[in-house]
């Protein structure tokens, strides 16, 4: 009966020493810091936001003099600087506790640049601190789909239209510009 006893006390005190050695190992493990980006189909102009956790300076734990920048890879204008076009999406604050949200909008260069083909991107992701030092790059990249409108511009269709008489054809043409009336009057000068 003593026998026992003793290894029911042997059982639960692993049991125990087991069960504080996972609590240890789980509380010490921060969530690996990860982020999201939305919609992943965008075109000119379109509203775009991502978020993110854990954005947080290893050495202090806090998150003061931090931010969140998203590299929006092909997305933004080409220029002398990024010419591949890209452009950048800023989390204007960073919270206490590492998370952050950004918004805005993908710029509209087709309109200075012309139509663009259909393209997927991969963007990605960083914690800065003062805007310009890396602490880390999200490991986490996400594909996102570029919808252009080339294919719609090269693509035209005649829409038929009814006449007067029931035939059918092309759109008919807008009038012609009225002649110019000459102008009438006395003129005279005031000098």
């Not at 049991?15 to 190992?25: E, R, S, V, Y």
């Not at 204007?92 to 259909?118: K, L, M, N, S």
């Not at 009814?162 to 008919?172: D, I, W, Y």
Request: hydrophobic share 35%.
């Amino acid at each position: 009966m003593r026998e026992a006893k003793r290894a029911t006390v042997r059982t639960a005190a692993a049991a125990l020493a087991l069960w504080a050695a996972l609590g240890a190992t789980a509380h010490a493990q921060e969530p690996t810091p990860s982020w999201t980006f939305s919609p992943t189909t965008v075109s000119d102009g379109s509203a775009i936001s991502a978020s993110g956790t854990g954005c947080l300076d290893p050495d202090t734990g806090e998150s003061t003099g931090l931010q969140a920048v998203v590299e929006l890879t092909h997305l933004g204008y080409p220029n002398s600087a990024f010419p591949d076009g890209t452009g950048y999406l800023v989390a204007p604050t960073v919270a206490p506790d590492g998370t952050w949200r950004a918004q805005g909008a993908i710029d509209t260069r087709e309109q200075y640049f012309g139509p663009y083909d259909d393209f997927d991107t991969t963007i990605r992701a960083a914690c800065l601190r003062d805007g310009t030092t890396p602490i880390f790059i999200y490991e986490q990249t996400i594909v996102v789909h570029y919808e252009g409108s080339r294919a719609a511009a090269t693509t035209t269709t005649t829409t038929p239209t009814t006449t007067a008489l029931g035939v059918v054809g092309p759109s008919p043409s807008p009038p012609a510009p009225a002649a110019a009336q000459p102008v009438t009057g006395t003129s005279t000068y005031t000098g």
